[in-house]
């Protein structure tokens, strides 16, 4: 209820119906704030809708008319709109015929315009094509001018086009001609490059011409190639016509450098260049050789060094010149070539062809230095031959290897690029096969000088003179320096022996020989070489040390002259000979340092370096002993029943899979060498000193071992005789008695001959050991066997007693 009044509240607003309700204003309606009759409201309300309703049909009788005369208009308007509709198609199909028609019109234009372009394009493209066909014809008569000049300015107009001509065709294998025009231009390339040889060769030979004519019309001999006038000879008249020749060269090169043709084209004129150098040049430097041997005939090395520095020159001088006349480097046609563009650092061509022309190149000029080194060559070699001077030899050796290749040709080759054009590698070349001769020669010349000078040296009685020499040595120095006198005690044990007693003229002469040839074949020699001949040496001087300590031996007994009295020169030629063997392992040391260094080998893995092989040989031993007892097993009774068994005990199978055949390694060097005479001499030296010191002890030591190996020892050495406290007693005193004498005599003896602290200490304690062992034995026998009162007659010292008598 309260909802339609609100409704009927807001239609009022619009409606003239508040006078139904005595209200001229609807706020003027409370809002259901009031009571009011029902009936009366329901009336009202019919009243309005009755009046509401009449309105209603009274406002749609007037529209309606409206409508219809709308309706009317509508209908006309309509009948308008499909007429114009109707005219607007038509327009539209009209229009669209007209449009198709233009269209069709315009692309049959453009179509035509573009066959049009086509066909001009076409014209123009074929007169360009053609041109590449019509020069052929042209060139070939321009090229059978006689009047044509390789230095004109039409021939360079001639190789562009046919460069030009040759490429395009390349290009267009697709022509039908192409095949057969490429070939005519071929031939016509051809006929100008023999054009150009024609011309350089020409030029060539005009150079040389003219240099014979001067040469005739000047001095009637040859001069030297040092002279300055030669050398302007050689050189100056070649320079004049070198512009025209590279400049012929140049223009083919530009066009045609990885081309075939052109590389036999300039072999060829390489070729007639060097004959004709080679022809001029060679009496000048034969000239030069036979001059410098009538000045240093009495010299071979000033013979050498001068020799080679001749050669040295003429290599830059003709690279100089070689290159004005031919293309030996990447620079333009227009450098100059100057003396400091020899040593120009190069790209290498990276082409194979063009890799093949610098390696031709290169070929070329290395073959014409080394024919002319070889004169050189020719003329050292017999000279070399038959040099018997080892000494000489070696410093051949070295000049060449050293200072020549090494040093002056080793500083040009760092100079430039690693693949570089080297000018004197055709001079190393011929100066290595002389250094193989002085080596080959030094090899032979070494091992005579080892059996006549090492070998077969005889020894004066002053080269076998020990230990006077040494003895001598020492009053000099104790003269010129004096020192305290101390003959026996510990400080002359400690006292490191001078330089006086170590200078060279103490050595054995085998010795200083064998060490100063090592040191001068070092210098000149390969590592492998040397390492073989330093074997060979010192194997040869280790007899020649034997050969002198057995004369030492054999010399007649001075008890006055000998170290030790009584025994001879025994002490002296032991101690002689290890002396020198230490001196030669202290003087090889240094070459067996740098030979490890040289040689840069990694150890194998999981092994350690092998530092005792760095002058290490390899002999190879062949063992066919189990060849011949597998063969022989094989047809025993036992085997012959497995011969034809199908399993892995087959007799033939077994036979086959065993390894009959035995290789071993035998490692000799020169270390080993020495340290093998070096250890089987101290062995010797210790053995015999020992036996010096304790005299008959030793045998009774032995005795001792005896007994002590019989089932009743305490028995056995009742029976003994020599075994007796009285008899011990007796032979220790003599031995404690000599020792006391001669201990401190053998002391002062290994120290005048080895001077070195620790190298007599080395020598001189197995010494002691063997000595305190041996009373040590015999105190245990005494003690074990022995009753007191024996013990005291025996009087058997101690190891105290001995270690303080060895030590003091």
Not at 463 to 483: F, G, Q, S, V, W
Request: negative net charge.
């Amino acid at each position: 209820m309260e909802e339609a009044f609100f409704q009927w509240k807001e239609s009022c607003k619009k409606a003239d119906t508040l006078e139904l309700f005595g209200v001229e204003d609807v706020s003027d309606v409370p809002d259901m704030h009031f009571t009011f009759d029902e009936d009366a409201v329901i009336e009202a309300l019919k009243k309005f809708y009755i009046l509401e309703k009449e309105a209603i049909e009274a406002e749609d009788s007037e529209d309606l008319l409206i409508l219809k005369k709308c309706m009317t208009k509508v209908k006309a308007l309509d009948e308008q709109k499909q007429r114009c509709s109707d005219t607007l198609q038509e327009l539209q199909e009209k229009y669209k015929a007209v449009t198709d028609k233009t269209s069709s019109l315009h692309h049959a234009c453009e179509q035509m315009m573009s066959q049009q372009t086509q066909m001009a394009t076409g014209t123009e493209q074929l007169k360009t094509n053609l041109h590449y066909y019509t020069q052929c014809e042209w060139i070939m008569k321009k090229l059978q001018t006689s009047r044509l000049l390789i230095n004109g300015s039409l021939f360079p107009q001639i190789l562009s086009t046919i460069y030009e001509c040759m490429n395009f065709l390349r290009a267009n294998p697709e022509h039908r001609e192409s095949a057969a025009y490429l070939e005519k231009y071929e031939q016509c390339l051809s006929k100008a490059l023999t054009s150009i040889k024609t011309g350089v060769i020409a030029d060539i030979s005009a150079c040389e011409n003219e240099v014979l004519s001067r040469q005739a019309a000047g001095k009637p001999t040859t001069a030297a190639f040092a002279d300055d006038d030669t050398f302007a000879l050689l050189y100056g008249v070649f320079g004049v016509k070198a512009a025209a020749v590279r400049n012929a060269l140049t223009l083919a090169h530009q066009y045609f450098s990885e081309h075939e043709e052109y590389q036999e084209m300039v072999k060829e004129c390489e070729q007639e260049y060097f004959r004709i150098r080679e022809q001029l040049l060679r009496s000048a430097v034969e000239k030069s050789v036979q001059s410098l041997i009538a000045k240093h005939k009495d010299s071979s090395c000033t013979l050498t060094r001068d020799g080679c520095s001749v050669l040295l020159r003429l290599c830059d001088d003709e690279f100089r010149l070689y290159k004005q006349f031919f293309i030996v480097d990447a620079v333009n046609p227009g450098t100059s070539t100057t003396s400091s563009s020899i040593y120009r650092s190069r790209s290498p061509p990276t082409s194979p062809i063009f890799q093949h022309f610098w390696n031709r190149n290169s070929q070329s000029f290395n073959e014409f230095i080394e024919n002319m080194c070889r004169i050189l060559y020719d003329t050292l070699r017999p000279l070399i031959i038959h040099n018997p001077h080892l000494e000489t030899l070696a410093q051949l050796c070295a000049l060449l290897k050293i200072e020549m290749i090494e040093e002056r040709c080793g500083t040009l080759t760092s100079m430039v690029h690693e693949d570089a054009f080297n000018p004197r590698e055709g001079f190393v070349n011929v100066m290595n096969e002389l250094v193989g001769d002085i080596v080959e020669r030094i090899v032979y010349r070494t091992s005579s000088f080892g059996q006549t000078d090492i070998v077969g040296y005889k020894p004066a009685p002053g080269d076998l003179a020990y230990p006077e020499r040494l003895l001598m040595m020492k009053n000099i120095e104790a003269e010129t320096t004096p020192i305290p006198k101390t003959p026996t005690s510990v400080e002359v044990t400690n006292k490191k022996s001078t330089s006086a007693i170590d200078l060279h003229c103490l050595w054995y002469p085998t010795v200083r020989r064998t060490i100063v040839c090592l040191s001068k074949l070092y210098k000149c020699l390969d590592q492998s070489v040397f390492l073989s001949v330093s074997r060979e040496l010192l194997d040869q001087c280790c007899q020649s040390l034997e050969f002198a300590a057995d004369k030492m031996r054999a010399l007649p007994i001075d008890q006055t002259k000998a170290s030790v009295k009584g025994f001879g020169r025994q002490l002296d030629a032991e101690l002689f000979i290890v002396k020198h063997l230490l001196i030669i392992r202290e003087q090889t040391s240094p070459y067996r340092v740098t030979a490890k260094n040289l040689r840069n080998i990694p150890p194998t893995p999981g092994t350690k370096p092998d530092n005792d092989s760095a002058m290490a040989h390899f002999d190879y031993s062949i063992d066919f002993s189990k060849y011949k007892n597998s063969a022989l097993d094989l047809f025993n009774a036992e085997n012959r029943a497995k011969w034809f068994e199908l399993s892995t005990n087959n007799a033939f199978l077994s036979f086959l899979l065993a390894a009959p055949v035995q290789i071993h390694e035998l490692q000799t060097d020169s270390r080993r060498i020495i340290e093998i005479q070096l250890k089987k001499h101290c062995h010797k030296l210790i053995k015999f000193v020992t036996n010096m010191v304790i005299g008959d002890l030793a045998l009774i030591s032995s005795e001792i071992d005896t007994v002590e190996r019989a089932e009743k020892p305490s028995e056995a050495w009742k029976t003994n005789p020599k075994l007796s406290p009285k008899a011990l007693n007796d032979v220790i005193s003599n031995v404690f008695k000599n020792m006391k004498q001669n201990w401190p005599t053998i002391r002062a003896t290994f120290t005048l001959y080895i001077g070195v602290k620790e190298t007599e200490e080395i020598l001189l304690q197995p010494i002691r050991k063997s000595v305190v062992d041996t009373f040590t034995n015999i105190n245990l026998f005494a003690q074990k066997h022995f009753s007191e009162e024996q013990r005291q007659i025996a009087s058997v010292p101690n190891q105290e007693q001995i270690w303080l008598l060895l030590n003091a």
